[in-house]
């Protein structure tokens, strides 16, 4: 069973930045993809990022694609969401999500989740 515990988020202003952290346990982190994904009050959740295992390979959906980065450490158990830029439509609940497949996008491939960050963006 692999434990994912997201961190970092909060309230920030219109272009500022904020980096969100989710470190893992009990399991073999590097075994997993890692995604972000996040979902706003009365929407569904949408997928934002993704990182391979070893090669580091990523993936972005255009809302964030050129804002966002996603990255992770391997030693840590740790996969990063670097936000840049941050938009009043980025606020949301952030989750962090590892899968031991390969369906980057898709929410229901994913076999473990976080429990959630909150960002809230203001104008």
């Known amino acids: 069973q692999v434990q994912l515990v997201e961190s970092g988020g909060g309230s920030v202003q219109a272009g500022d930045s904020l980096r969100l952290s989710c470190a893992a346990s009990g399991g073999s982190f590097s075994s997993y993809i890692m995604g972000w994904f996040r979902q706003a009050p009365g929407k569904e959740r949408e997928f934002i990022a993704a990182?391979?295992?070893?090669?580091?390979?990523?993936l972005y959906a255009n809302s964030v694609k050129g804002r966002f980065t996603v990255s992770r450490d391997n030693a840590k158990n740790t996969v990063y969401l670097q936000m840049n830029s941050l938009k009043p439509e980025d606020t949301a609940v952030y989750y962090c999500a590892a899968e031991f497949g390969n369906n980057w996008e898709k929410s229901y491939a994913y076999d473990y989740w976080g429990r959630g960050t909150q960002v809230t963006v203001s104008s």
């Open positions: 990182i391979t295992r070893t090669t580091l390979n990523t």
